[in-house]
């Protein structure tokens, strides 16, 4: 298993290769018990789809969601916004990192961890430090230690803000 924070990032190549186990699309309540989401984000309902981590039998691992490429060459104030649900006893945590001039930098959005409650929790993120570049962003859920850290993402959003 290669070292995701050295991980040699090939955008032309992108095989799931480094992490764990895959992130799934789901709609209503997740499988297992007090953890996970009922309902997604966009219109509160059971019919709503969201994308979340099932934590049954994997435990302790990590998975990694990555974006297309963004390019912000005539942004001059991308904003990424993402609605998060992070419900459970042993819930793990949440990191976004990002890929730009060549190198991945690490948990540009502050670290989420530990039960968040039975509630989706909005996240906002000024990326004007990456006007005029071509950046993909990567969400990396690290697991707990039991089937009760289910966590989802809902409502993804890149925008430019200046308007």
């Not at 904003?79 to 990191?95: D, I, N, R």
Request: a negative charge; proline letters at 4%.
């Amino acid at each position: 298993m290669a070292d995701y924070k050295n991980h040699v990032f090939n955008p032309a190549n992108l095989e799931n290769d480094i992490d764990d186990f895959d992130w799934k699309v789901n709609n209503g309540a997740t499988p297992t018990s007090n953890t996970g989401p009922d309902v997604d984000h966009t219109y509160g309902t059971a019919s709503g789809k969201y994308i979340y981590l099932e934590t049954s039998y994997c435990y302790n691992k990590k998975s990694f969601m990555l974006t297309p490429c963004f390019d912000f060459a005539s942004s001059s104030k991308p904003t990424l916004q993402y609605w998060y649900h992070m419900y459970g006893a042993q819930m793990g945590s949440l990191h976004v990192d990002a890929f730009v001039d060549g190198l991945w930098q690490l948990n540009i959005v502050p670290i989420v961890s530990g039960d968040q409650g039975n509630s989706w929790k909005k996240a906002v993120k000024d990326l004007s430090m990456y006007a005029g570049k071509k950046v993909y962003f990567r969400f990396r859920g690290l697991t707990g230690s039991t089937q009760r850290s289910d966590m989802a993402i809902d409502d993804i959003l890149i925008s430019d803000t200046t308007s």
